[in-house]
T-cell receptor
Framework: QKEVEQNSGPLSVPEGAIASLNCTYS??????FFWYRQYSGKSPELIMFIYSNGDKEDGRFTAQLNKASQYVSLLIRDSQPSDSATYLCAVENSGNTPLVFGKGTRLSVIA | KAGVTQTPRYLIKTRGQQVTLSCSPISGHRSVSWYQQTPGQGLQFLFE???????NKGNFPGRFSGRQFSNSRSEMNVSTLELGDSALYLC????????????FGNGTRLTVT
């Protein structure tokens, strides 16, 4: 059973701080890693994806991947109240296998 | 480019009935996946279709079925509804199968009474 684990939260951070969201996965053969944001009552929207070890930056977001430790994280710099949402980590073994999602971490950014 | 379109947005059914949900993928996307989302279980994979063929199937009972048409539109059907089938059903499409992210529709909120 392939598993993706996330701390359910809530993770509370003050406005302007860095929010750090973490995810671990069980399938060592995983190749592709995605972060989605889901506002309450809405569908998930893609924030970032990462395929190689290291960091990938996109605006205020940085995804970090460590395949040896089977660990992927998302950093949100200068957090805003509008970042308050549930963040879902998703992992894929190959293009022919389904994405497996974690249950998400609820982030609350306090103004 | 239009996104993934799911209809209907909301459904209320009673136990024992059946329901059909529809999904139109992003133009040019040939892969369509369905997920069930509940507060307790999170997003759980139902099935994936590619070029009218089921590529992958999750661990759901046979009451859950789906199909894909030649225009890539997809439907999923749930027969003999149970209270536990109440959930948000999400459809997602992707372009190239390898490595590309899923793009989700707005979902269908199914309530079984």
């Amino acid at each position: 059973q392939k598993e993706v684990e996330q701390n359910s939260g809530p993770l509370s951070v003050p406005e302007g701080a860095i929010a750090s969201l973490n995810c671990t996965y069980s399938d060592r053969g995983s190749q592709s890693f995605f972060w989605y944001r889901q506002y309450s009552g809405k569908s998930p929207e893609l924030i970032m994806f990462i395929y190689s070890n290291g960091d990938k930056e996109d605006g205020r977001f940085t995804a970090q991947l460590n395949k040896a430790s089977q660990y992927v994280s998302l950093l949100i710099r200068d957090s805003q109240p509008s970042d308050s949402a549930t963040y879902l980590c998703a992992v894929e073994n190959s293009g022919n296998t389904p994405l497996v999602f974690g249950k998400g971490t609820r982030l609350s950014v306090i103004a | 480019k239009a996104g993934v379109t799911q209809t209907p947005r909301y459904l209320i059914k009673t136990r024992g009935q059946q329901v059909t949900l529809s999904c139109s993928p992003i133009s040019g996307h040939r892969s369509v996946s369905w997920y069930q989302q509940t507060p307790g279980q999170g997003l759980q994979f139902l099935f994936e279709y590619f070029s009218e063929t089921q590529r992958n199937k999750g661990n759901f009972p046979g009451r859950f079925s789906g199909r894909q048409f030649s225009n890539s539109r997809s439907e999923m059907n749930v027969s003999t509804l149970e209270l536990g089938d109440s959930a948000l059903y999400l459809c997602a499409s992707r372009g190239r199968v390898e490595d590309s992210p899923l793009h989700f529709g707005n979902g269908t909120r199914l309530t079984v009474t």
